[in-house]
């Protein structure tokens, strides 16, 4: 495994025997630093770790309980990236797959807030690498209709998009030797003794244009984000199977897997994923509260606000095309989710035995 950090700046560094010396910077030649951050490629990559490896390689998320009040322990028993054709992490190491290239790395940087609607925040940033002319993951349908009761904006209506219909691959700059397989296994144990295992595995996986982008809040002492998830696979496999990893159960098989999606908006709508005072994971995309003049009992924008009008034309969506699904063999034909928009949402883990 070979790992290249990269300083993309105007500081060029040669592997050629030099003699050099240390000279004062002036404001024309610091002015010329672009300090787009520390640019990452892994070359010649496998990762294996779990189990099959040693007996002791597992994570465990343990203080669980079940509806009957016995202990249960979630493990994660198996985690592999590797090349094409891994057969399901049967071929890993020796299987290498690069990730990122020198000219469009996967990308660590601090960013101006202000450039892209977080005000007055410094910004971290990890952004895999950027797709092709930033265009779009998926084919985009648009159809011109009149304003009706559920938008009551016609131009904002008229500006959404209608339909996916496919998968627009020519966007995807990361080429063949690039795309990786992936895979994990989830062990369930309930009361010390083993009930079910779960596989996910998925093949010629690229997250071109893909980002986390991270800030602090001094009001609530806790860190915002935003996320953008774009992800192409040419299949995803889940299946169950015996605690012994024995007796698969029936597969479901999703092929030609395409998700883009954004959560959060700027700081208008950002995103917090904290531990509450009961000890339970909350998730929150905050409410439209600081876009919206008008707010609706579930905490989003109420039909006809100046906020709802920007965020209907300019925030975050989620679209999700899958060209077929099939379940134990028998095929299901293709799935879409288009124009899907969260003004609210706020996810919780409880305690079964509350």
Not at 85 to 94: K, L, Q, Y
Not at 162 to 181: H, M, P, Q, T, Y
Not at 185 to 194: A, Q, S
Not at 227 to 236: E, T
């Amino acid at each position: 495994m070979i790992i290249k950090p990269l300083l993309l700046s105007s500081i060029v560094i040669f592997a050629n025997p030099c003699i050099a010396e240390l000279k004062q910077l002036g404001d024309a030649e610091l002015s010329a630093v672009d300090g787009e951050g520390i640019g990452l490629v892994w070359e010649d990559f496998a990762f294996e770790a779990g189990e099959d490896l040693d007996p002791n390689n597992r994570l465990d998320i343990s203080e669980l309980v079940n509806d009957q009040g016995q202990p249960v322990v979630l493990s994660v028993s198996r985690f592999y990236i590797a090349g094409d054709n891994s057969n399901e992490g049967a071929n890993v190491i020796g299987n290498t797959v690069n990730l990122g290239r020198l000219n469009n790395p996967y990308n660590l940087e601090l960013v101006d807030g202000d450039t892209i609607g977080i005000q007055d925040k410094a910004v971290f940033e990890f952004s895999a690498p950027k797709r092709a002319n930033n265009g779009s993951l998926l084919n985009e349908s648009r159809s011109a209709r009149p304003a009706d009761n559920r938008c009551n904006h016609g131009t904002a209506c008229n500006s959404r998009v209608d339909s996916v219909s496919g998968i627009n691959r020519s966007v995807l700059s990361s080429r063949s030797s690039e795309r990786f397989d992936t895979g994990i296994r989830f062990d369930m144990v309930e009361n010390g003794t083993p009930a079910q295992k779960l596989d996910i595995h998925a093949r010629g996986v690229a997250v071109d244009g893909s980002s986390v982008r991270i800030w602090g809040d001094d009001s609530r002492s806790t860190a915002l984000s935003n996320l953008a998830i774009s992800l192409v696979a040419d299949d995803l496999t889940v299946y169950a199977s015996n605690p012994d990893g024995s007796g698969r159960g029936t597969s479901v098989v999703f092929q030609d897997v395409a998700i883009s999606a954004e959560l959060g908006y700027g700081d208008k709508q950002p995103v917090s994923f904290e531990v509450n005072g009961d000890g339970n994971f909350e998730l929150n995309i905050g409410s439209k509260t600081s876009a919206c003049a008008d707010l609706n009992s579930s905490g989003g924008c109420s039909l006809g606000s100046a906020g709802y009008q920007d965020f209907y034309n300019n925030g975050p969506r989620a679209d999700v095309y899958i060209n077929n699904v099939s379940v134990g063999g028998q095929n299901f034909g293709s799935s879409t989710i288009s124009n899907l928009q969260i003004q609210y949402l706020n996810v919780r883990s409880r305690d079964l035995t509350q």
